[in-house]
């Protein structure tokens, strides 16, 4: 069971969490994109080992429809930040690439992100610690019933 000081620590995760997207959507609208703009520039530039995407995996990312994040991909490339390129690979294949604009963008706002985060040290460590507490009671529990109960 929760106690206090873990029902605190994860309040204070959500106040914290919340406080971040709202300076995040801050963030992004200053360099001209929305909020969607900016995750959906941000996971371009996260795909290990490359910096592109399908609008597949974009939706994914996003969790968003696939209709949805066409309609995203489609502003940005109107708005110059993204360009489609078919996959040399597989002709089947779509790649959604950052313009050169899009990658200093991000990387502007990224920049500021990693500053906030860096200042949630502490917020992040409390509400692991109050998961951590859930696990190992989730985990005792269990293992009792698995050894049929209170005896």
């Given amino acids: 069971m929760l106690g206090k000081p873990q029902f605190e620590a994860l309040s204070e995760f959500r106040f914290r969490l919340a406080q971040f997207l709202h300076f995040s959507e801050s963030a992004a609208r200053a360099e001209g994109v929305t909020p969607a703009q900016y995750l959906l520039l941000l996971h371009l530039h996260g795909f290990h080992g490359r910096s592109w995407g399908t609008v597949g995996e974009l939706a994914e990312r996003l969790q968003a429809s696939h209709q949805a994040t066409v309609a995203l991909v489609q502003r940005c490339e109107r708005n110059g930040l993204v360009a489609k390129r078919r996959s040399r690979s597989d002709a089947r294949c779509v790649e959604i690439r950052p313009t050169a604009r899009a990658r200093a963008l991000v990387r502007r706002v990224a920049r500021c992100h990693a500053e906030a985060l860096a200042g949630m040290d502490d ?29």
């Fill in 123 to 151: 917020v992040f460590r409390a509400a692991s610690a109050a998961g951590e507490a859930v696990g190992a009671q989730s985990r005792a529990r269990h293992g009792k019933q698995a050894r049929g109960g209170d005896r």
